[in-house]
């Protein structure tokens, strides 16, 4: 279950945040490009060895900031990233929603369901939501009722 929405390169997501194609922002960009689910920077550290987590955190920095990554926090309050895959930068109408497994704590996207829009005192700027449902995993509802 690949997450590749359009044909889009590490060099082309980091091209279009305006960002310099560094080598480990390449490295941070794949890791997320090729992920079947969001990671934290804990994750992306572990799966880069070549990098630190201050270098990790760095490059997310500037992928959120240049809209080319969102962050949500999972069930547990722990940031995970995954890449934006609107045409000109990631807008709360690409937010969707997440699950987040009580039981294995794994999170799985809902990339078909949105985010709910809703109106708010015109002079607060939402920068991002948080749609997270928790419960049971089909595999973990499963080993419950067994």
Known sequence: MKHHHGPHSAEELLEKGGIKPTANRLLVVRELLEASRPLSL???ETMLETMDRSSVSRVLNLLLERDVVHAFEDGR???KYEICHGETHCSLADMHAHFYCERCNTVF???DISAPSIEIPEE???RSVNYMLKGLCPSCA???QN
């Open 42 to 44: 804990i994750e992306l």
């Open 77 to 79: 309050g722990v940031s």
């Open 109 to 111: 996207c809902f990339e």
């Open 124 to 126: 607060f700027k939402i």
């Open 142 to 144: 499963r080993k419950e």
